[in-house]
């Protein structure tokens, strides 16, 4: 506490005088004065009515607004359906002529109360909160330096790895070269060897003959023997035929796609559940895709016979190649072009798998409803990355981040949920709507089909309620689609394979009526494709946006051109 004998104290002066102690003030024109000068401070404006109080009693006095419709009169009423202050010329006026008015100074009362509650919930919660949320925002920056260091480091590590592939690659190459150089110098070195020795062995046949020519010995001349008939014969012509380089052709962006890719980054909101995208693209989405539109007549470009009895699932390892399952143990690689088999992999617990996707690096992945498990195989090896308890998957999508979605119901097959999992850590789960319902409803089948749109939505075929369930990223609702009428064979919708494309255009298996439908990625109908389909059951798009269909009855896939 301050000694006021030995402290300087701050001295509130007259705004007139300017030396004399203040003592007085006005709350009319909120002026401090001292009493000498309080006459002065009156007398300047007569017009007012200056309410000169004591300076402890300031702003005592309240200063009720002017009329804006009625000069000099001041406003000491308020009225509440016109939520204006009002003077009683306007209440005497018909503009507010049966409406509820109060005193104003009540309404002053009321809203400083409600300020006082007001201020004091930002001061003691509000103002805390956000001082908190800056600091875990300063945090999260933090942390976001760190592990964007660390992604550049593993794409730098990356590329290294790479570049010692190619160096190894070079080295094989250039050995083979040296090999078959090799080879065939020795090869055209012995012919040399062959034709040197001719040639000397004729040179001493035209002096044998020399001699026996120009001899009287009979002997001698007829102890030559010709061999002329020998050379005549010339030894066969040795082309060497070299080998050529052929360079691996890349075109566009596959060189990117084969080195890896970011996905888009992305800031959300849990609690608003919405989606606020950053400026920032991946190497795939760095720029739009070409807009395509949709032909007026699809057309089917080729068809693949599998040789199953029956055909369920597929997924697209290229634009060439296509894995393929059924109701057995082995999952099947064909070539698109030619038809034919390429490679066959049996599952690990020999049941057949209820799901088979292929991830960004290229590899397949299958859930394994019997076991429990999702297994992926890399280099013709099954290696088991996630096992459940209590539920059992039933369909596996892999995402543009490099997640795996798994939906999966419960042992007691009540429950379905999706889960996204990071490597072997589980990161989201989806399962109720903002009601609390259940968003999916359990199998009929063992497979279920789902797949990531190029927006990030998460759309699911779900056959039990014969609708297609669209979440956001964040796992809220955005729409349902249960169809359009009239359907090719004026069938109930029934979906089953789901697939997207370049455009975010969602295309759907309808099973009921041999058809896919196309929808935008908002839900709105935009056409059917229907090509002679016969059981149409799964689906995929490859990276030109042509699409394969799975037939169940004669176990064919169907390749088709539905977009220019």
């Known amino acids: 506490m301050m000694d006021p004998h030995s402290s300087a104290q701050d001295v509130i002066r007259c705004d007139l005088c300017e030396t004399a102690v203040v003592q007085m003030h006005c709350d009319t024109c909120l002026v401090n004065l001292c ?42 009423m308020y009225c509440n359906q016109c939520d204006i202050p009002v003077c009683h010329k306007c209440i005497a006026s018909d503009q507010h002529l049966g409406h509820k008015v109060s005193e104003i100074l009540k309404v002053v009362d009321e809203r400083k109360n409600k300020f006082m509650k007001e201020q004091s919930e930002l001061n003691e919660t509000i103002y805390p909160i956000y001082q908190d949320i800056a600091s875990d925002v300063q945090n999260r920056m933090s942390k976001l330096e760190k592990e964007y260091g660390d992604l550049s480091t593993a794409i730098t590590k990356h590329g290294e790895d790479l570049h010692r592939e190619i ?28 034709i040197n020795k001719n040639i000397s062995d004729i040179k001493n046949e035209i002096d044998s003959m020399e001699i026996a020519k120009d001899t009287n010995d009979l002997s001698k001349l007829f102890s030559v023997t010709l061999k002329v ?33 970011l996905s888009s980054s992305s800031l959300t909101s849990d609690k608003h559940g919405y989606s606020m995208k ?20 699809p057309e089917t470009v080729t068809t693949i016979d599998t040789g199953y009895d ?13 894995w393929t399952s059924r109701n057995d143990s082995t999952v099947k690689l064909y070539s698109i072009n030619q038809g034919s088999l390429l490679k066959s992999i049996t599952t690990k ?102 797949t990531e749109n190029r927006n990030q939505d998460i759309c699911v075929s779900d056959e039990r309620t014969k609708a297609i369930v669209v979440v956001n990223q964040a ?11 009239p359907a090719p064979r004026n069938k109930p919708f029934d979906p ?62 169907k390749k088709i051109k539905y977009l220019q």
């Open 496 to 557: 089953r394979g789901i697939t997207t494309d370049s455009q975010s255009h969602i295309l759907i298996v309808d099973y009921n009526n041999d058809c896919v439908h196309i929808i935008d990625q908002d839900g709105q109908f935009l056409r059917y494709i229907e090509c002679g389909l016969s059981d149409p059951w799964g689906l995929c798009t490859d990276t030109n946006d042509n699409l394969f269909v799975t037939q169940l009855g004669n176990s064919q896939v």
């Open 35 to 76: 009493k000498a000068c309080v006459g002065e401070h009156i007398s300047t404006d007569e017009s007012k009515d200056h309410k000169v109080v004591k300076f402890k009693a300031r702003k005592s006095t309240p200063l009720y607004p002017g009329c804006k419709f009625h000069d000099q009169e001041q406003c000491k």
């Open 167 to 194: 160096d190894k690659l070079v080295k094989k190459l250039k050995a083979e070269v040296d090999e078959m150089k090799n080879t065939q110098l020795q090869t055209l070195q012995k012919h040399l060897d062959e």
């Open 475 to 485: 796992g809220k609702l955005r729409f349902r689609y249960t169809g359009h009428t």
């Open 229 to 261: 008939h020998t050379y005549r014969n010339l030894p066969n012509k040795i082309i060497p035929s070299l080998p050529k380089f052929i360079p691996g052709k890349i075109h566009g962006d596959e060189l990117g796609k084969m080195f890896g890719a």
């Open 349 to 450: 617990s020999g049941k057949n798998p209820s799901s088979i996707a292929v991830t960004k690096g290229g590899d397949l992945v299958y859930t394994d409803y019997h076991d429990r498990t999702v297994n992926i195989v890399k280099n013709e090896k099954i290696e088991e990355v996630i096992r459940l308890q209590n539920w059992r998957p039933r369909g596996v999508c892999s995402t543009s981040s490099g997640d795996l979605l798994v939906i999966m119901e419960s042992d007691d097959n009540k429950q379905t949920k999706l889960v996204r999992y990071s490597g072997f850590t589980e990161k989201q789960t989806i399962q109720f709507d903002d009601k609390g319902k259940p968003l999916y409803l359990s199998a009929t089948y063992f497979s279920r089909f789902f």
């Open 278 to 297: 950053t400026t920032q693209k991946s190497p795939e989405a760095g720029s739009s895709p070409p807009v395509k539109q949709l032909l007026d007549e």
């Open 310 to 322: 029956t055909l369920y699932n597929m997924a697209c390892l290229s634009d060439e190649e296509i």
